[in-house]
């Protein structure tokens, strides 16, 4: 609410201003919010869609948007481009209302489409002098270097153009303005393994540069190497906002155990121990907490063969799935 | 701009082919007027023991088929079908086609408003229609001239085109205020040529029943007849003051629904 009168101030007087100037000059030391939704709502009909989403996206991050197919995703990321319209709940970008203000927020924007479609009949030049039309501003040059570094022939007919290389063209299309905020939805399908490297590298360059990133995603090791924050989505809903670091530092470790005899099912079913699977000799099990508690347990017993893993954000997540279904169950 | 160059490059390649059409339709009409014009008077005898409803059908009714105005007239109903057949599917489609061919995702990221967009398309479509409207007419002069043995009826050819430019615009943003306000795009172009289709079949069931005489209202195709612009010598002005008014509307409800529209991706 105090964000939305202050970016009314010029029209007030008096003291009002005086207390929202202090007000504004203490908010930039702040980091500032690129992106904030508040409550949005979108339902069509009642099928699919998304309810009362909230979240931020800080000035300079890489924000991670992560759900299975049909979560809501690409809805809310359409909705957040003036594409559809929210039932309820709004949101700003650059301060700025999604739909009132939509052509001057999109001057900064850049969008990658989960599936890319063009114009019959254009050349690859053709669509990115289109493209590159729309903003008031020189893109030749930087459309010439995204070319080079994503090996795209611009030259050729987009229709000619593998899935691959249509995404290319997609990803130049969507950078050659040097947008100050990235909006990818699901990008890297249809690009090979080195691409997607390049690709992602150029996004790291790019944040460098000060741009802010919305990554959605349901394949969860590319939001693990980019993303600062994530939000998992599920069936409309945000269920768990937070930091990449803290979810992989949960302190959860993966551990494998072989051990010399048979040790008893319960033995190291301890408080901290999830997931534990005993199979004669092997065990394996998620903990979480002191790790000393646990190796002084591992200590008492004759091993062979000891791991200890970092899980990766699949194991969490999925822990983390599971647990939640569970739970309304 | 750019909206709109990329719209003309877009349906160069269907224009192009509509004007050859106009140009077959119009040359190999007149050319049968040749052939009829030297059986004299018995043409509009044969004409006239015809069952009224085939009459009506085929945009006869009072005209003169013996003179060369009189059956351009008649080739002038066909003309007004293809032009707003042009005109209608034009509409729907440049509206529509940006969600069709998923496009939308390209265009509507771009800093311009929904308005612009609808200006810059609907500013190429009246130009694509004008365009449409010149070379029929252009056909239909030459033609005539060729064929006509009389004295010249230019000015009555440019009145009837101009007819047929009104009914072009019409079609044009009935068409486009449909596709803004259908929630499917894909459904846009059925809908536009089934109210053409309708809207016709009830001109031709107005000439059949005089008590059907206040439809005429409802329908395009009874503003701009061309026995009623040839006996006149003019519009009608009541029917204009009623074209404008369907125009306006139309062009309100294509932007006001537009702007509102969830894009269908």
Known sequence: MVKNSMLGSEEKYGNTLK???VLSIKRGVDKMNVIEVKNLTKTYGKARGISDVSFNVEQGEVFGFIGPNGAGKSTTIRTLLSLIHPTSGSATIFGKDIIKDSPAIKKDIGYLPSEVFYYENMRVKDLLKYSASFYKKDCGKRMKEL?????????????????GNKKKVGIVQGLLHEPKLIILDEPTSGLDPLMQHKFFELLEEENKKGATILFSSHILSEVQ???DRVAIIKEGKIIKLEKISTLKENNYKKIHIETTTEIGKDYFAIEGVTDLVVDRHKVDFLFKGDINTVMKKIATTPIVNIGVEEPDLEEIFMHFYEKEEAYEQ | MNIFKREMRANRKSLIIWCIG???IVGSGMAKFAALSNTGDSINKLMADMPSSLQALM?????????VDGYFGLLYLYLVIMASIHAAMLGATIISKEERDKTAEFLFVKPISRTTVITAKLGASIVIVIVFNLVTLLCSIIFVDYFNKGDSVTSEV???MGGMFMMQLLFLFLSTAVAAFVKKPKFSIPITTGILLVTFIMSVGIDLKSNLDGLKYVTPFKYYEAKNLLHDGRFDGKFVVLSFLLMAASILTTYVFYRKRDLHI
């Open chain 1, 19 to 21: 207390v929202l100037v």
């Open chain 1, 147 to 163: 070319a080079k570094i994503m090996e795209l022939d611009l030259n050729r007919k987009i229709d000619d153009l593998s899935l």
């Open chain 1, 225 to 227: 190497r980019l993303c």
């Open chain 2, 22 to 24: 106009v140009l077959f």
């Open chain 2, 59 to 67: 945009g006869i009714g009072s005209l003169d088929l013996a003179t």
């Open chain 2, 158 to 160: 440019v009145l009837l």
